[in-house]
């Protein structure tokens, strides 16, 4: 039991993490001609990586 709450957890929070990356995407590419990077890219691999690992 605990361990389908802990799937269910991981999975909501990598697609909204992916659905919260779709709506800054505007302001990423904003972001990206005044030369500053937001760290979006980092956050999603660690939270594909929990996704997978589970």
Known sequence: M???V????????YQ???L????LLPV???TR???V???I???LDRLEAAYESG
């Open 2 to 4: 605990i361990d389908t």
């Open 6 to 13: 802990s799937r269910f957890t991981t999975f909501a929070l």
């Open 16 to 18: 909204l993490t992916v």
């Open 20 to 23: 919260l990356g779709i709506v």
């Open 28 to 30: 990423a590419l904003a």
């Open 33 to 35: 001609r005044l030369g």
């Open 37 to 39: 990077q937001p760290p």
């Open 41 to 43: 890219a980092s956050l």
